[in-house]
DNA sequence: ATCATATATGCACTTAATTGCATACGTCAA
DNA sequence: TTGACGTATGCAATTAAGTGCATATATGAT
């Protein structure tokens, strides 16, 4: 097997395998949900308590293929829960080839992904219809990152109240729910202006 | 062929055939892109000046292969144009019947797409590596979001210092561009924040 | 001459994401 | 006892997206 060394703008050497390696990224997502807490993959479908569902959203379906794909190749293990008045659940957790998959990608400088934005496709081409139909959509918008605001909003103040110093899993945890609040502070802030600015029309 | 009507929440009554219809998110952003300004499929790709690249990405391939198909469902018609000292070129530009297919979709509510952001997974297994690896990742994606906001700030200052009132089509690209100045500065702004929380590590 | 760069377009293949279905156990209410 | 809902898992098929390669003309540099 081949393998190829990187260095990255730090001066971080890593290295991995040409072939076989899958850079979906749900898998990541579903291993950095894992490693901070052991589930199943209904749990994690649930999107549950500021968990990665916020940072990286996926169906029911795409998670348990992959959870199986990740099993086979030994990245989690899965072991079947008994449980009283419900079906048996398969808990996942991360094995240390799994935590070193993560390390080896996080390490991994990646370009940030360019942005893709249905509303603002709209907007471009806002001039065929009529300004209400734009007004409609933007508030429809709005109502959405209001709801997001205010779960991350919640979160931050219920889960991070009193973290303790030490506990930089949960310290990192943090930093990601007050990008939510902060981009869907903004995000409100720039529905607001663009109403005001599509009802002059 | 078979018709399903809608109502918005705004009242507005729509309708589209069930079947035959691509809901194919970048053939959208590229019959917008064309309504604004007819052209090629290079300079599609090229995402140029405030254009429609910056709220949607894609390349050169996925765009050909687009237009291509965008001109068999007649939304699109193409005309060969002959250039000195350069290959010629197929200018697209968009038919009536491109401009209903996009009426449609804008006047559809769609759902906030989720959030999917590789920087914020690797947050949350940031404790599997050296705080200095996060923070190269932090730093290194503050330098894109500053180069955006540049980018985005410039298109603001030189494209839509002087528009007039009437010009429907560039106030409603303007507000996209503010959604970028917008969006960038907080992101920015987030990443400071997220820089000197982890040097504290 | 050859090489790099910019313009201009496209096919073939692979991987990822989505959609529609299917299954099964349990609770609670009509 | 049927039907709706919540928990729990998954396959099959399709559609969209991404990667790698190929082609062609023209310019300017080495």
Same sequence: chains 1, 2.
């Avoid at 703008?9 to 899958?22: A, D, E, L, Q, V």
Wanted: proline fraction near 3%; glycine fraction near 4%; hydrophobic fraction near 40%.
């Amino acid at each position: 097997m081949h393998l190829i060394a990187y260095v990255n703008p730090c001066g971080h050497i890593f290295c991995r395998s040409i072939k076989n390696i899958t850079l979906m990224a749900l898998s990541h997502a579903l291993l950095a949900a894992l490693h901070s807490a052991p589930c199943s993959g209904y749990d994690l479908a649930k999107k549950f308590d500021g968990s990665v569902g916020f940072v990286w959203n996926a169906t029911h379906q795409q998670i348990y293929r992959e959870l199986t794909k990740l099993e086979e190749q030994s990245h989690v293990t899965a072991e079947v829960v008994q449980q009283d008045n419900r079906p048996d659940k398969k808990v996942y957790k991360v094995t240390p080839a799994g935590e070193d998959y993560l390390r080896v990608w996080i390490a991994k400088p990646i370009v940030m992904s360019g942005k893709k934005d249905d509303l603002l496709v709209k907007l471009f081409a806002g001039d065929l219809v009529e300004p209400s139909v734009i007004l409609c959509e933007l508030e429809h918008h709005r109502a959405q990152h209001q709801d997001l605001l205010d779960t991350c909003k919640s979160i931050e103040q219920h889960i991070f109240a009193n973290v303790s110093p030490q506990d930089l899993q949960r310290r990192y945890r943090y930093l990601t729910v007050r990008q939510g609040v902060r981009i869907e502070t903004e995000w409100l802030a720039w529905c607001d202006e663009a109403i005001a600015f599509v009802k002059q029309f």
